[in-house]
């Protein structure tokens, strides 16, 4: 039996149809997992974590979650408190205490806020700190556009207030 153009056609077309469907019932099947794991986890923190330009957080750094070494028990889980710069989506840019910027973003999901002990030298540095953020006017973290219209970029953010790194 000899296979004739219109029939290799019409099997070609099957295939392709049949890759069609296996994507479709991917997507499915992601975008079910994807609703159930969101469900889940807004189960356990409802609501989205949203940080404020100034407010201090502690980064976890997951990468020592899948390691056996030995040092990875007595490492701190949390880091330093770093402050909030600047929002993008989910993700959030930090400075050091000192002014130094980190490099790279950091997920939500690393960060949580930190609160310094009452009375403390840096609870008075970060209350004085949010007081001239407040003054400027600008807490929102999220702005991309400045007053002009203009895009903002990192260096728009110089204007800061500089304080002095304080003992925690």
Same mark, same amino acid.
């Given at each position: 039996?000899?296979?004739?153009?219109?029939?290799?056609?019409?099997?070609?077309?099957?295939?392709?149809?049949?890759?069609?469907?296996?994507?479709?019932?991917?997507?499915?099947?992601? +975008? @079910?997992?994807?609703?159930?794991?969101?469900?889940?986890? =807004?189960?356990?923190?409802?609501?989205?974590? /949203? $940080?404020?330009?100034?407010?201090?957080?502690?980064?976890?750094?997951?990468?020592?979650?899948?390691?056996?070494?030995?040092?990875?028990?007595?490492?701190?889980?949390?880091?330093?408190?770093?402050?909030?710069?600047?929002?993008?989506?989910?993700?959030?840019? +930090? @400075?050091?205490?000192?002014?130094?910027?980190?490099?790279? =973003?950091?997920?939500?999901?690393?960060?949580? /806020? $930190?609160?310094?002990?009452?009375?403390?030298?840096?609870?008075?540095?970060?209350?004085?700190?949010?007081?001239?953020?407040?003054?400027?006017?600008?807490?929102?973290?999220?702005?991309?556009?400045?007053?002009?219209?203009?895009?903002?970029?990192?260096?728009?953010?110089?204007?800061?207030?500089?304080?002095?790194?304080?003992?925690?």
């Amino acid at each position: 039996m000899q296979v004739t153009a219109a029939q290799a056609a019409i099997h070609m077309a099957y295939v392709a149809q049949q890759r069609l469907d296996g994507y479709d019932e991917a997507i499915r099947h992601t +975008l @079910k997992w994807k609703a159930t794991f969101d469900k889940r986890v =807004l189960q356990r923190h409802p609501g989205e974590v /949203v $940080f404020t330009k100034g407010q201090l957080v502690q980064v976890y750094p997951n990468d020592l979650d899948y390691t056996f070494k030995m040092e990875q028990k007595l490492l701190p889980k949390w880091s330093q408190p770093h402050r909030v710069t600047e929002r993008l989506c989910n993700s959030y840019q +930090l @400075k050091t205490l000192t002014g130094h910027s980190l490099t790279g =973003l950091y997920n939500a999901r690393q960060l949580r /806020v $930190f609160v310094p002990k009452e009375g403390s030298p840096l609870h008075i540095a970060q209350q004085e700190y949010m007081q001239q953020v407040h003054r400027e006017g600008d807490t929102r973290v999220d702005r991309d556009i400045d007053e002009e219209g203009e895009q903002a970029t990192a260096d728009d953010d110089d204007d800061e207030p500089e304080i002095e790194a304080v003992e925690i």
